[in-house]
């Protein structure tokens, strides 16, 4: 005869997940990124107060920290998929949706919908610019020489040259009849530019060698411009910009110029 309450025998307790725990290595990029993140978003903030200058100083701010965390995390051994997500989402903040804002709360706001839309054209190209390149990231591997490489404007790169109407403003250039239809289409074309297929030189390609009588020279050079930086924030910024700019033509011809070469040499072995 069955019991009417028979004994109850819980099932056993499945084991719980334990999480490895995170080497400080790996924590110590992310802070950086982070902190990249917060001068982004502080940009914004003295720009609503009006302080374009303390606005350009932290995006500034948040292109040299940018540029840091991925070589403290190479140099730490600390690179992981969850940095370059953080670090992605950190650029679309610092140099996609802070300049844009900037931009608009200083003069494109006088061309109300059309500068609204300028300063989205901007975001939103960031924003794809950032997605390609993680795809890129997982596509098959590229010939060396191609790592000195980027397709496109850079994101903080691209922030700076759509900022230069403003540096140049907080140079001591003074405003103008149509500065802000300028800005407008200027920024519009910095989006462009970072989404664009262009090939622009790439931070990796400074892993050449240089040779040792022009060690202390490019040092020499190096502390300059940071003293510079200092002292002349705008006027220096403004001046590296335009150079950049200067330099878009040449980078894209240094690459279709390697590309043949390396076609060549593909044809040559395959003949």
């Known amino acids: 005869m069955e019991t009417i309450f028979p004994p109850y025998e819980p099932e056993p307790t499945p ?14 990029p992310n802070l950086v990124t982070l902190l990249a993140l917060a001068a982004g978003l502080t940009a914004v903030k003295f720009a609503l107060e009006g302080r374009f200058d303390m606005a350009s100083i932290s995006i500034m701010t948040a292109a040299v920290l940018d ?20 670090d992605s989402l950190a650029d679309f903040v610092s140099f996609g949706c802070a300049p844009a804002l900037v931009l608009y709360m200083w003069v494109m706001k006088d061309v109300k919908t059309a500068g609204w839309i300028a300063g989205l054209v901007l975001a939103f190209a960031q924003a794809l610019r950032l997605a390609r390149f993680n795809v890129m990231i997982d596509s098959p591997k590229k010939p ?23 540096n140049l403003h ?6 103008y009849a149509g500065e802000s239809i300028v800005v407008m289409v200027w920024t519009i074309l910095s ?17 050449t060698p240089v ?12 502390g300059i411009v940071v003293l510079l930086l200092v002292i002349h924030p705008f006027e220096t910024v403004s001046a590296l910009t335009l150079v950049y700019v200067a330099c878009l033509p040449v980078s894209a011809r240094a690459y279709l110029q ?8 593909e044809a040559g072995n395959t003949g």
């Open 67 to 86: 540029g840091l965390d991925g070589r403290i995390a190479r140099a730490l051994g600390g690179t992981s998929r969850f940095g370059a997500e953080l």
């Open 144 to 166: 060396e020489w191609q790592k000195a490489f980027a397709v496109g404007v850079p994101a903080p790169s691209g922030a700076m040259m759509a900022l230069l109407p403003l």
């Open 211 to 222: 040779s040792r009588q022009w060690a202390i020279p490019l040092l020499l050079v190096a």
């Open 191 to 207: 989006g462009i530019l970072a989404v664009s297929w262009l090939p622009t030189f790439s931070g990796k390609g400074l892993k």
């Open 15 to 28: 084991p719980q997940r334990r999480f490895r725990p995170v080497p400080i290595r790996m924590l110590i």
């Open 170 to 175: 907080l140079a001591g250039l003074p405003s």
């Open 258 to 265: 390697r590309k043949r070469q390396d076609e060549a040499a």
